[in-house]
């Protein structure tokens, strides 16, 4: 699995916590996309010392059927930031915050289990690490040939819909849609998007 970087210095050796204060921490764990219907979830990782961030993908494979409704997507979480972990050479003591996101659920317990709870917390993240990890997504999904919504984290039921949109004109790219989503099936113009594709194989 190869991890991707971003190589951007940064001037910020603090992170807003939730209650609006500034929290001196060493590395902070984020996702992006996961509400998304493209590509998968980015899994950032920014280390304050070293102003290092490294991502990795959880692959759009298991936001579909049938490995969305096995929730697989809980142990590749829990590889990539293992592994990200790993490159960023974790020192001892050092504690790691962790997004609240669902995605961490399994891998917040395993880091607690491994190296106790006063080192591991989970966190509203903000910031310099949310930005790069949001970078990160918004760079994969323009690989993809869509161009994302300016300040579409405000906007998400149209970027829902532009996303939607995008998916009608382009059916072959319905691949890298997270159709494990029960809801998308109320959505007669998805219905047939996946149909058509199907077809053609």
């Not at 764990?29 to 304050?48: E, K, M, P, R, T």
């Not at 050479?89 to 917040?108: A, G, H, K, Q, T």
């Not at 323009?142 to 059916?171: C, I, Q, V």
Request: hydrophobic letters at 35%; a positive charge.
């Amino acid at each position: 699995m190869n991890i991707r970087v971003i190589a951007e210095r940064l001037d910020s050796s603090s992170l807003m916590n939730g209650s609006g204060g500034l929290t001196e921490i060493t590395i902070i764990i984020d996702d992006a996309g996961s509400g998304d219907l493209l590509f998968g979830v980015v899994i950032g990782a920014y280390q304050n010392e070293s102003q290092e961030f490294k991502y990795d993908v959880i692959d759009v494979q298991y936001f579909q059927p049938p490995k969305f409704g096995k929730k697989e997507y809980l142990k590749q979480t829990s590889k990539i930031v293992f592994i990200i972990l790993g490159k960023l050479r974790l020192e001892p003591d050092e504690p790691i915050m962790i997004c609240r996101s669902y995605l961490f659920d399994e891998v917040f317990d395993k880091l607690t289990q491994l190296y106790g709870a006063n080192r591991i917390r989970r966190v509203k993240v903000t910031g310099e690490p949310q930005r790069l990890t949001e970078l990160a997504y918004l760079d994969e999904v323009r690989n993809l040939g869509y161009e994302p919504l300016t300040n579409r984290e405000e906007k998400r039921a149209k970027s829902f819909f532009d996303m939607l949109r995008w998916l009608k004109k382009n059916p072959e790219k319905v691949k890298y849609a997270k159709t494990g989503w029960p809801r998308l099936s109320r959505y007669r113009m998805f219905r047939e998007i996946i149909g058509n594709v199907r077809n053609q194989k």
